[in-house]
């Protein structure tokens, strides 16, 4: 059975470019929320995905758009990239709408902006 | 929106002692409390989860209690053991995104 995978494990960027990180949920999983991880912090929640459409979002700007696939994989662009949008990228997978159990996350995409 | 401050941000045991990390949370209509550990390197992996019709809730060395008028729940972790080396996170939820708090570092102490 295979858990969340994401890629790719690590990126470098420069400023003011854009990147796509892709997220594949665990299997039976149909729901998919997308966290930024900066260095000794916790997971900020960025937004979530269920049934294609974006359910929830966290107080990040619109740089930061998000998809999801009818296979239920998903996919986090991030525009015009800054400095400051360095840090590791989680993917984490549920069933269902309202998260009232277990997240299972991926091993993350490490994004390096210089 | 939900906010959750955890406490301490670092924490040093010796080993075979117990561990204690405090939470807080901001939106009374929480009822889901994860505790998350994350290795170095390492993906968060659930490790307890406490709901808002219980106060208390144990798995062999840990257990969380949860005290919902004072918006508060604390992780122990008795007899600790090297591996218990790591980040922990609490979080908390009403039932849609998952907030976690910033972490605490855990050393165990030789």
């Known amino acids: 059975d295979a858990g969340v995978t994401q890629s790719p494990t690590h990126l470098i960027k420069t400023r003011g470019q854009q990147v796509t990180l892709r997220c594949s949920p665990k299997?039976?999983?149909?729901?998919v929320s997308w966290y930024q991880q900066a260095l000794g912090q916790g997971p900020q929640f960025i937004f979530q995905?269920?049934?294609?459409?974006?359910?929830q979002r966290g107080n990040f700007p619109d740089r930061f758009s998000g998809h999801q696939f009818p296979n239920y994989s998903s996919e986090l662009n991030v525009n015009a990239l800054l400095l400051g949008d360095s840090a590791l990228y989680l993917c984490?997978?549920?069933?269902?709408?309202?998260?009232?159990?277990?997240?299972?996350f991926g091993e993350g995409s490490r994004l390096t902006v210089l | 929106g939900e906010n959750v401050e955890q406490h301490p941000s670092t924490l040093s045991v010796q080993e075979g002692d117990s561990a204690v990390i405090k939470c807080t949370y901001s939106?009374?209509?929480?009822?889901?409390f994860p505790w998350y550990k994350q290795e170095l390197g390492k993906r968060p992996q659930l490790i307890i989860d406490?709901?808002?019709?219980?106060g208390e809730k144990k798995d062999q060395r840990i257990a969380v209690t949860l005290n919902k008028t004072a918006k508060h729940f604390s992780l122990h972790i008795t007899e600790t053991q090297p591996e218990d080396s790591a980040v922990y996170f609490c979080a908390a939820s009403k039932g849609d995104k998952i907030i976690f708090g910033k972490g605490t570092r855990l050393h165990i102490l030789p």
């Open positions: 406490i709901r808002s019709n219980v």
């Open positions: 984490a997978s549920n069933l269902g709408t309202g998260v009232t159990g277990e997240l299972f």
């Open positions: 995905y269920y049934e294609e459409e974006e359910r």
């Open positions: 299997s039976g999983h149909d729901t």
């Open positions: 939106d009374s209509a929480s009822n889901y």
